[in-house]
């Protein structure tokens, strides 16, 4: 207390002239319109300019929790589409779930580990076993193809990447309709891939879209990726067309796991043939 005193005591002129200062700039902005109109416009600005940077730190810190409710809404849509497209054939045919026109139920996972430059690459999420997750689901992100499913725990699971060496999906060119077997091929390169086993007969012109087939785990018309090169020989009667992945592996974040509401009655039925042979 008696170093404050002394403080006052010392500082006295000072203290005297804030309070003198502050006291006519009150009288000042309260008598005259003209200088009350620009004090409150400077302090309008000011306090709007505070809360701009308040709001736009919230949003930073809020943006992880947006883009989970994003990708969960997308999820969402996915399957609402589904309902849009169905063809009556396959609604009569489908049961439970399926009944709506739904064949395929969508997953929101975040990536918790990821490689991109092994031979054979491998991608761990967050979401297991509780969540419905079971080994042999198709993985798709926002851009494209992923991965498959390989082993599966409580809590998380592990994804044999489209970067691996025995990966393999079917997917179809855009304007021939023309489906081969889509593997990343015998690179290090995470953006390329090759598509096998397409007919020497079919016209492939560069940049041209390649598609999932359907025949495989994923929904048919998943973007793949992009035609960027077309002279690759396969064999005699075959093609290998190099493709651009549409999936950007290096800066994976969230996924979609594809549930399949009818593999089951699919396998089951087409394991019949292997019986009538």
């Not at 849009?84 to 997953?107: E, K, L, P, W």
């Not at 430059?117 to 992100?141: A, C, P």
């Not at 879209?209 to 077309?230: A, D, M």
Request: net charge negative; charged share 20%.
């Amino acid at each position: 207390m008696k170093n404050l005193w002394l403080i006052l005591n010392k500082y006295n002129a000072f203290f005297l002239f804030v309070v003198f200062f502050g006291l006519a700039c009150y009288l000042v902005v309260q008598n005259n319109s003209f200088q009350r109109a620009s004090a409150v416009n400077s302090s309008n600005q000011l306090v709007g300019g505070t809360y701009e940077k308040i709001n736009a730190w919230k949003s930073y810190l809020h943006l992880r929790d947006v883009n989970t409710h994003l990708a969960e809404e997308n999820a969402t849509l996915r399957e609402q589409l589904q309902r849009f497209t169905a063809t009556d054939s396959i609604v009569q045919g489908m049961v439970s779930d399926t009944v709506r026109g739904v064949q395929y139920h969508y997953v929101v996972a975040k990536v918790t580990n990821n490689s991109i430059h092994q031979k054979n690459n491998y991608i761990t999420l967050d979401k297991g076993r509780i969540h419905g997750i079971e080994k042999g689901m198709g993985v798709i992100s926002s851009n494209g193809i992923v991965g498959i499913v390989l082993n599966v725990s409580e809590h998380f699971s592990t994804v044999q990447s489209l970067l691996h060496s025995e990966t393999r999906i079917s997917a179809a060119l855009e304007d021939s309709r023309a489906f081969g077997s889509l593997m990343w091929g015998d690179n290090y390169d995470s953006r390329t891939g090759v598509l096998k086993d397409i007919p020497n007969h079919v016209k492939v012109r560069k940049d041209e879209l390649v598609y999932t087939s359907g025949f495989s785990l994923f929904p048919p018309g998943i973007l793949v990726g992009k035609v960027v090169e077309t002279g690759l020989s396969g064999g005699d009667s075959f093609l290998d067309i190099k493709i651009e992945f549409s999936t950007q592996f290096h800066n994976l974040q969230q996924v979609y796991v594809v549930d399949d509401l009818l593999v089951d009655e699919k396998t089951e039925l087409e394991s019949q043939n292997d019986d009538n042979g």
